[in-house]
């Protein structure tokens, strides 16, 4: 079945150093790749996503490039602040060519806690 | 645009109750889907509904059920509360006939089972 690895956490960094947070998935068909972020006590934001292979996401700074040939979507950011302390995850939707039973299931990695100090 | 929104924010319950937790789509989806969130965990897909049917359900037991109303809102039923069904349930909507399948998530509901 569909899954995605997330790199352990947690990460810890300074502010304005650079994050990447490493994803790769295992997926039939064409899934579309998303990064969720997760605030404590909130529910999950929408951070970016990509639909096809080569395409960018980008949002607030972020970016991620879907690479099917290495089946990854690392999370990128050049300068980070305190305010992007938060838990980041990566995941899949099974795309309309899943069988034809495609619904757009999200699947998730276990989650990267980031904490960026001042 | 009116986000989703969840109902209640907390829950205790004891073992061997039985619950029901309440989700309103964001404006313009027709579809909802409930993921169930363990405490350092990432979601694990509980159920979809679309069109007031289940259009799809990931690896849970038939304890956990769901509806789906007209204007696409949607509940989720727990019977027989264990203690390992305490989590944050959260609640997706979209808008299903998009090929990139954008869900949005509600706050969640946190459910206690002592």
């Known amino acids: 079945g569909d899954s995605v690895t997330q790199m352990e956490g947690p990460v810890t960094l300074s502010e304005e150093a650079f994050l990447t947070i490493n994803c790769t998935y295992t997926a039939t068909g064409y899934p579309s790749l998303f990064w969720y972020v997760q605030y404590p006590g909130e529910g999950l934001q929408l951070l970016l996503k990509?639909?096809?292979?080569?395409d960018k996401g980008s949002n607030k700074g972020f970016e991620a490039t879907y690479r099917k040939e290495t089946t990854s979507f690392h999370l990128e950011k050049g300068s980070v602040q305190v305010s992007d302390s938060a838990v980041y995850f990566c995941?899949?939707?099974?795309?309309?060519?899943?069988?034809?039973?495609?619904?757009?299931?999200?699947?998730f990695g276990q989650g990267t806690i980031l904490t960026v100090h001042p | 645009e009116t986000g989703v929104t969840q109902s209640p924010t907390h829950l205790i319950k004891t073992r061997g109750q039985q619950v029901t937790l309440r989700c309103s789509s964001q404006s313009g989806h027709n579809t909802v889907s409930w993921y169930q969130q363990a405490l350092g965990q990432g979601p694990q897909f509980i159920f979809q509904y679309y069109r007031e049917e289940e259009n799809g359900r990931g690896n849970f037991p038939p304890r956990f059920s769901g509806l789906q109303f007209p204007n696409y809102s949607s509940e989720l039923n727990v019977n027989a509360l264990e203690l390992d069904d305490s989590a944050l349930y959260l609640c997706?909507?979209?808008?299903?006939?998009?090929?990139?399948?954008?869900?949005?998530f509600g706050p969640g509901t946190r459910l206690t089972v002592t």
């Open positions: 995941a899949l939707s099974d795309g309309p060519n899943a069988g034809g039973t495609s619904y757009g299931k999200l699947t």
């Open positions: 997706a909507s979209s808008n299903t006939g998009r090929s990139s399948y954008e869900q949005y």
């Open positions: 990509a639909t096809k292979a080569d």
